[in-house]
């Protein structure tokens, strides 16, 4: 049997059609898209304690709800600022001014282990006034009280930690004590995690 050129032309054209025209090859399980990374919502509350002795005479509770999520990279800080400005006078022939933040900043975030520990970051820093100092100024020569000249600036103490800590769900930590070297007095942190259901 003879084949014409159009058999030949047909018969051709299909041998090169036939890798387009093959049953596509199933996904391999990495070709599969991933899925999202989970997180695990968190409460961490943090409690700065300040004691004169054996007396305590603060207890500073902070509350910061979290997402750790199962990654090795935690996400962004979570942050809370809570404070006030204190003026200080700066000197000068007009009495100038300006304002000192303080109180209270807190950076967090946590992440989450396949252990099921979770692994939290903090940034914390605490500041306060506490009692003044008289601070003299050039006064006029007529005037006879010594203490006409004088005005009171607020001492202003200061506490910062960074922690790096690995928790239980549940767990409560003491993660730092400090002794402030002027006063005294000892400041104390806690912090306890739980998942939030």
Not at 28 to 42: G, L
Not at 76 to 81: D, E, I, S, T
Request: neutral net charge; contains cysteine; glycine residues 6%.
């Amino acid at each position: 049997m003879k084949l014409s050129p159009i058999h030949v032309a047909s018969l051709l054209l299909l041998g090169m059609l036939s890798p387009v025209c093959r049953p596509q090859d199933k996904p391999k399980p990495e070709d599969k898209p991933k899925s999202e990374v989970s997180t695990t919502p968190v409460k961490v509350t943090i409690v700065f304690t300040e004691y004169d002795g054996d007396k305590k005479t603060k207890s500073l509770p902070y509350t910061l709800y979290i997402n750790a999520p199962d990654a090795p990279e935690p996400p962004k800080w979570a942050k809370l600022r809570v404070g006030n400005r204190v003026p200080v006078y700066t000197g000068g022939s007009t009495g100038n001014m300006t304002y000192l933040d303080v109180g209270t900043n807190i950076d967090a975030r946590a992440g989450h282990t396949p252990e099921g520990h979770f692994l939290l970051y903090l940034n914390l820093e605490r500041s306060w006034p506490e009692g003044h100092t008289l601070v003299p100024v050039q006064r006029p020569p007529e005037q006879s009280d010594p203490n006409a000249g004088s005005f009171q600036e607020p001492i202003i103490r200061n506490f910062r930690s960074e922690l790096d800590l690995k928790l239980r769900e549940g767990q409560t930590l003491e993660t730092a004590m400090a002794t402030d070297p002027i006063s005294g007095k000892v400041m104390k942190v806690e912090v306890s995690l739980s998942a939030v259901k």
